[in-house]
């Protein structure tokens, strides 16, 4: 049984950063493909970083280049490196693990989130 847990979610200042974490456990390393989506009221939960089966690393073009995804040697642990934060990425952040080779709109399993609050 797949089960993903994030923590970091903080309440921080504008121009601060953040580090976000996902553990997996009940995972086998290399199955599953990881990545984050972030989610804010009354709009829907859009995916803005990850790491492809094969390490690729793909980010939407709202956080390119302020934001780092990466994950640990054992594969159990994904991370998240939020920089130059602003307003508009306060949201649930939630991790996710899709048994596609990219991480889809529809992955097997979710986390519960983390909230991050930029203000």
């Known amino acids: 049984h797949v089960q993903l847990v994030e923590s970091g979610g903080d309440l921080v200042q504008p121009g601060g950063s953040l580090r976000l974490s996902c553990t997996a456990s009940?995972?086998?390393?290399?199955?599953?493909?990881m990545g984050w989506f972030c989610q804010v009221p009354g709009r829907e939960r859009e995916g803005i970083a990850a790491?492809?089966?094969?390490?690729?690393?793909r980010y939407d073009d709202s956080v390119r280049g302020r934001f780092t995804v990466s994950q640990d040697k054992t594969k159990h642990v994904l991370y998240l490196f939020l920089y130059d934060l602003g307003p508009e990425d306060s949201g649930m952040y939630t991790c996710?693990?899709?048994?596609?080779?990219?991480?889809?709109?529809?992955?097997?399993?979710w986390g519960q989130g983390t909230q991050v609050t930029v203000s």
């Open positions: 790491l492809d089966r094969d390490g690729v690393a």
């Open positions: 009940g995972f086998t390393p290399g199955r599953y493909c």
């Open positions: 996710a693990a899709d048994s596609n080779p990219r991480v889809t709109a529809i992955p097997d399993y």
